[in-house]
């Protein structure tokens, strides 16, 4: 499996990014697809999940403001995100994890390298 992000930039307060995450050697039927990020000094945390039935969950932090989807026909999982805050600025990573979904980043079986965001005031 591998997981390669793209779509980070340096944005302003209140912005939108997009960013893209090219799936290959999965298929939907095998779990779940996640967003997760990492700013300097902290954990890496859940941001949005997406299982196989499309179903979708949320960091409160980020509800409202970010969108989840997939693309399956050309194997690419999507993060929307607008009204970007400072406190956004992080790493971005996908992840997969067979069959049920978590929001923690230890329990997922593949990572991708990463995407930078950072958010300016």
């Known amino acids: 499996v591998q997981l390669v992000e793209s779509g980070g930039d340096s944005v302003q307060s209140g912005g939108s990014l997009r960013l893209s995450c090219a799936v290959s050697?999965?298929?939907?039927?095998?779990?779940?697809l996640n967003w997760f990020r990492q700013a300097p000094g902290k954990e890496r945390e859940g941001v949005a999940t997406?299982?196989?039935?499309?179903?979708?969950n949320y960091a409160d932090s980020v509800k409202g403001r970010f969108t989840i989807s997939q693309d399956n026909a050309r194997n690419t999982l999507y993060l929307q995100m607008n009204s970007l805050k400072p406190e956004d600025t992080a790493t971005y990573y996908c992840?997969?994890?067979?069959?049920?979904?978590?929001?923690?980043?230890?329990?997922?079986?593949?990572w991708g390298q990463g995407t930078q965001v950072t958010v300016s005031s």
């Open positions: 050697g999965w298929t939907t039927s095998s779990g779940c």
């Open positions: 997406i299982d196989s039935a499309g179903r979708t």
């Open positions: 992840a997969a994890r067979y069959f049920s979904c978590e929001l923690n980043a230890r329990y997922q079986n593949y």
